[in-house]
């Protein structure tokens, strides 16, 4: 905004308003299911759209309403709707409209098979006043449905998207990179660069999360066949070559060093965090450990914000080969290494993930921070490689 006759751009900060302190929540993730109209064979949490035990363990409508309240007290600007499919509620409508009026800007993860012409006038003449992401797991039937596991989620996929599209309402659309859509990532970057809001390129999820509640080894199992190896993760991400370069160059000139016994190194639980299904708030998505999530029946956002989070944040690992390890790594920025990962895992907050620390070193090599066959926890030159010399 600039400035003219009729406003002024100032710092929030300084406005009274704020009282010349931070708002002390800035964002909010809110899981309004975890159940879900597809079933993707790579998904982390999915459960089924008519599961009525989970159903029946949700968030009421009021109880929601009373979280974005309360969110909006504490100076949260914008809400991430997610799950799961969030459209599976069928109070969804509701609630969006709800956190809109609240003045809420509202992020919508979701695979469109379930946006209706109706809904689609909505977001039209109500706009979220940010991008819906949509979830595009192949461009041909066979490709997309072996990736969701229902006939007929291809062609409602792409009515959803027709429907945005005709409505100009701006969307972006992501991928995960499967066995049965591979040969097609040329092919859909050209038809997502066509997206009148494609600012960005496509992202893909490649390096895929085990089940985020531990709750199938089966499961489990087939997601880790699903995973690329590090050294096809690499050309994925390389195949921009220089501008990998130039942001890995910015990156590790910032943030590479050795964590030491600190466990979250990251900004999980700091002016944001994630409501699950059933009311958990949770530093992060991803991060559902029992010790570390805050009931929200039993408490408040702000309780948990000031009171709990900051308790779980000074936890230290005790393991004894993360502590040999990952705690004197210099690429622990690099490595997507993290409590939540190392739950999903092994069941603790501070286990080396060793699928991980693979990709770290495989790129890391590639960026020439480590020699072949040496390990970056044993290196004590680190500081001369990454600032600067990439």
């Known amino acids: 905004m600039k400035d003219n ?12 308003l704020w009282k010349g302190r931070r708002p002390l929540l800035n ?17 982390y ?23 974005l309240r309360e969110a909006t007290s504490l100076g949260c600007l914008t809400v991430r709707f997610t799950g799961g499919e969030p459209l599976v ?10 956190a809109r009026k609240l003045g809420l800007k509202v992020v919508l993860f979701t695979n469109a098979t ?4 109706h809904l689609a006038e909505i977001f039209a003449r109500i706009p979220p006043l940010e991008k819906i992401e949509v979830t595009v797991l192949g461009l041909k039937k ?10 007929g ?9 027709d429907l945005l599209t005709k409505k100009n309402i701006p969307f972006l659309v992501k991928s995960a990179l499967l066995p049965s859509n591979r040969g097609e990532m040329e092919v859909f970057e050209t038809w997502a660069a066509a997206i009148p809001w494609m600012d960005i390129p496509v992202s893909y999820s490649m390096f895929f999360d085990l089940r985020c509640h531990r709750d199938s080894e089966k499961k489990n199992h087939s997601i880790k066949k699903l995973r690329v190896s590090p050294e096809e993760g690499l050309q994925v991400l390389t195949r921009r070559r220089e501008q990998y370069l130039k942001e890995m160059e910015q990156f590790c000139s910032k943030f590479m060093a050795p964590p030491g016994d600190t466990l979250f190194s990251c900004g999980a639980g700091m ?50 080969e993360y502590l040999n390890r990952c705690a004197i790594c210099f690429l622990k920025s690099l490595c997507l290494q993290c409590p939540a990962k190392s739950w999903m895992e092994h069941d603790t907050l501070d286990s080396r993930v060793v699928y991980l620390c693979e990709i770290a070193h495989v790129q890391a090599r590639y960026l020439g921070l480590v020699k072949e066959g040496s390990m970056s926890w044993e290196m004590q030159n680190w500081k001369n490689l990454t600032h600067g010399n990439l």
Not at 5 to 16: A, W
Not at 27 to 43: A, F, G, K, S
């Open 114 to 117: 379930l946006i209706t012409p």
């Open 142 to 151: 066979q490709s997309y449905e072996a990736a969701t596991g229902v006939l």
């Open 45 to 67: 949490i999915n459960l089924p759209a008519d599961d009525s035990i989970a159903k029946k363990r949700e968030l009421s409508t009021e109880e929601i309403k009373d979280i």
């Open 271 to 320: 002016g944001g965090g994630c409501v699950d299904a059933y009311g958990h708030f949770q530093l992060c998505m991803l991060l559902r450990h029992p010790d570390t999530i805050y009931d929200l029946k039993k408490g408040s956002l702000k309780e948990a914000l000031t009171d709990f989070f900051p308790l779980i944040r000074k936890i230290k690992a005790t393991n004894a």
């Open 27 to 43: 964002r909010l993730d809110l899981e309004l299911t975890e159940r879900c109209n597809n079933n993707c064979i790579h998904c």
């Open 5 to 16: 006759l009729y406003s002024v751009k100032v710092n929030r900060d300084i406005l009274s």
């Open 153 to 161: 989620s291809f062609e409602a996929a792409f009515r959803g998207i």
């Open 89 to 98: 509620r069928e109070d969804f409508e509701e609630l969006y409209l709800f």
